[in-house]
Structure formats: C-alpha cells, structure tokens
C-alpha cells in the first residue's frame, strides 16, 4: 500500500512551489497519490490527521520562515498539537551567501515538528541557491531515496 503524501509548500518567490510540483510528479510516477498545498492561511489544524507530510520551504528575511508560512508555524508553536501520528519529510531552501542563516527557516520547522513528536523520514535536503544547481533538480535527486525510506516507513 502506497501511503499519500500531503506536500506542505512555504516560499515567497515560487521556487519552493516549482519543488514541490516536480515532487508531486515524482511521487506521482512511483505511485504514490501526492497533494500540493500551498501554507498560505493554515494553521496547526492542517497536520492533524495521520498520514505522511512533505514542507517544502524557503528561507527570508534573516532566517526566517516566508510570511505564507507564518501562521502555520506560529499556530504549532501557540497550539503545541501532540504529532505523534505525523511522519514527513523536509525540503529546505536556502542561499550559503546567508551563511548566518543558511536554510533556518527548514531548521524551525525541523525543530518544531520533531519537539511535538513527528517523526522525519530521511535526511534534510538543504538546497544552496548559490551552488547552480536548480532547486527542481536537487528535489528529483533527493526524492528517489526518500521514496524508499517512505516505503519502509509506511510499511512499519
Ligand atoms: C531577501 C532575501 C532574504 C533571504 N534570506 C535567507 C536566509 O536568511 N537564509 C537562507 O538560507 N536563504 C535566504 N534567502 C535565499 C532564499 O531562501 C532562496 O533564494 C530560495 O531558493 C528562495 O525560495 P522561494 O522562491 O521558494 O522563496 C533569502 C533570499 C532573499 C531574496
């Protein structure tokens, strides 16, 4: 049984959003039912039903989240929801010249989502706009162990 997976989507200039499409299609050609959700307006309520949860997010300001993925991460943080029944995976994006700040908006979600008891699949993919590697790409890349360790997560 191929678990579906809801994509969480937190940018301000859509190349979170180009991830998460080519991730529906990859997941999609793995047979696996994939959902894009853009963050804009949710709230903790989004996460709770069990199942399996991909955000895709980018890093603004000085390490901060983009402001369509505000309110859902200030509602985990105010709402505190047990997440024990949340399994995700995290696409984080970034930019090393913020050397700072690389890619920390993905490490509050991370830290967040973990401290109310959701459990990652897989490493971190922390993507660098300053390495020319297109960020659709590194998704693809990514994603061919990720669907793997899903499977086996799903299967547990
Ligand atoms: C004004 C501004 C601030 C940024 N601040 C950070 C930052 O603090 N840390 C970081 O890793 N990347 C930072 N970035 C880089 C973006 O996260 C990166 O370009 C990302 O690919 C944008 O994805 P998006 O189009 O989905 O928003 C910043 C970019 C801009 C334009």
Known sequence: MNTPVTILVGTTTG??????EEAQFRLGEAGIDATVLPMDGLDATALASPGVYL??????????????????????????PALDHVHYGLVSLGDS??????????????????????????????????????????????LGPWIGQLSTASAA
Not at 15 to 20: F, G, I, R, S
Request: with cysteine.
């Open 15 to 20: 190349n979170a959003q180009y991830c998460a």
């Open 55 to 80: 955000v895709v997010i980018s890093t603004y300001g000085q390490g901060d989240v983009p402001d369509n993925a505000r309110p859902l991460y200030e509602s985990l943080i105010r709402d505190k």
């Open 97 to 142: 010249s913020h050397a700072q700040t690389f890619c920390f908006a993905g490490r509050r979600f991370d830290a967040q989502l973990s401290k109310l008891g959701a459990s990652r699949i897989g490493d971190v993919l922390n993507h660098d706009a300053s390495s020319g590697i297109m960020p659709e790409e590194a998704t693809a890349a990514w």
